[in-house]
């Protein structure tokens, strides 16, 4: 009876172990802290800006990113940007050191994504200035 116990107690660690997604194995060193979604007409065309904001939580340098976005609508719904399920946004020659935040001065726009309410994003690979790379 006692080995039965032992054995499921194991099991039990074994499985509670196995649960644990792989991003708390490969955090990223961006943390997205913010999304923000606003809409621009110029000369009768509706554009739609997308910013990701982010924070360094690493203790390197980051030169460059790429981040997956997706639009979402009023219902919660998934849409298309630019035709797209996934918008990849790239950010390259910046400096963001540990700690700093970056993003407010950065965006990307598109015109064929008039119904965007909001946005999810995810950071997906992270260059650093001594050369190294995290990818998700």
């Known amino acids: 009876m006692k080995k039965i116990i032992f054995l499921c107690l194991v099991l039990s660690v074994l499985l509670i172990g196995c649960t644990n997604p792989l991003t708390e194995l490969n955090p990223p060193p961006l943390k997205i802290i913010d999304t923000k979604v606003t809409t621009k007409t110029n000369y009768g065309i ?24 997706k639009g979402y609508n009023s219902f919660d719904e998934h849409i298309t940007i630019n035709f797209s399920d996934v918008f990849q946004g790239i950010v390259q020659n910046v400096s963001i ?11 990307w726009s598109s015109v064929y994504a008039n119904t965007v309410n909001y946005i999810k994003a995810e950071i997906t690979e992270v260059k650093f200035a001594d050369g190294s790379k995290w990818t998700k």
């Open 46 to 69: 509706v554009e739609k800006e997308f910013q990701v904001f982010v924070e360094n939580v690493s203790d390197k340098e980051i030169i460059a990113y790429k981040v997956n976005i």
């Open 97 to 107: 050191k540990p700690n700093e935040i970056y993003g407010y001065n950065s965006y």
